[in-house]
């Protein structure tokens, strides 16, 4: 399968003027696409997997949609805007696969509208509120290294269709790790108000470490990441324990998640299958 294949079709019209009040009005981003598991492959994990990197996407992707008009320069704004939108693709199309290989047969709007919190299985780290710059920059920073090193590992899938949405997802991931990397440095190695905050926003998101390689195993990369990062901005990386509460993939959430997702999914909900 072409690696490419997958995400053209995000490009593609519809024959169709009507379009979801809500959501996409596009097709199916696996319109097109042979979607046959193949033999060999545990649907029920690879359904698993697809709905939680999808929720990690989704959820960061609407954190990050907050910065608008809320960035500390439009150059920012636009980016954090962009990184979302890759966010967002990403989430639609795990979403797609994910209805395609847990018998539902349900669309990417059903995954990210009709669900309840308890429902969603993303990591604690991506539903925290934004917090100042430096912590949003932190987090990005942690979750786009530990993202980064699941997809290099996901390109190897013996499903294609994953396999393909990985490979164009370490496109987006690395330049989501570089941006997040140049600020903390930038922060880490500026004023002393910005060193504080940047060191701050490392500790905070420090104790979320373990349940991310709970989810998946790349201590050594990440680690080595935010060492080489964090010191190249002055900062000694904190040695936390473990943050409190449940873990995400288990739909154990923090108080934070239910309002995002109300946010998320209002008109959706008010106003469901409208169209305009």
Not at 16 to 40: K, N, S
Not at 175 to 196: F, M, N
Not at 215 to 234: S, T
Request: hydrophobic content about 40%; proline content about 4%; charged content about 25%.
């Amino acid at each position: 399968m072409n690696d490419d294949h997958v995400y053209m079709t995000l490009a593609e019209g519809h024959e169709d003027d009507t379009r979801w009040a809500y959501g996409t009005g596009f097709e199916d981003p696996l319109h097109g696409v042979d979607t046959t598991v193949p033999d060999g492959v545990d649907t029920d994990g690879l359904a698993a997997l697809c709905l939680a990197l999808g929720d990690d996407a989704l959820v960061s992707a609407q954190r990050l949609a907050e910065w608008t008009t809320r960035a500390p320069e439009l150059e920012e704004e636009m980016a954090l805007a962009n990184i979302g939108l890759d966010l967002l693709g990403q989430a639609r199309l795990l979403y797609a696969r994910c209805g395609r290989t847990d018998g539902t047969g349900r669309g990417e709007d059903a995954y990210a509208y009709f669900r309840d919190p308890g429902e969603f299985r993303n990591v604690t780290l991506a539903e925290l509120p934004n917090g100042d710059f430096a912590f949003s920059m932190a987090r990005l920073l942690v979750l786009s290294s530990w993202r980064l090193a699941h997809f290099e590992g996901l390109t190897a899938s013996a499903d294609p269709v994953l396999r393909a949405i990985a490979a164009k997802g370490v496109k987006e991931l690395t330049y989501h790790r570089q941006y997040a990397a140049e600020w903390v440095v930038r922060l880490g190695d500026g004023t002393e108000e910005s060193h504080r905050r940047m060191a701050a926003g490392l500790e905070r998101v420090t104790p979320y470490l373990e349940e991310l390689f709970a989810a998946h195993d790349a201590r050594e990369e990440v680690l080595a990441v935010l060492r080489q990062v964090a010191g190249a901005g002055g900062i000694a990386l904190p040695e936390t324990a473990p943050a409190a509460g449940g873990p995400g993939r288990e739909g154990r959430h923090t108080e934070h998640l239910a309002p995002l997702l109300t946010e998320l999914q209002s008109v959706a909900r008010a106003h469901p299958e409208a169209t305009w």
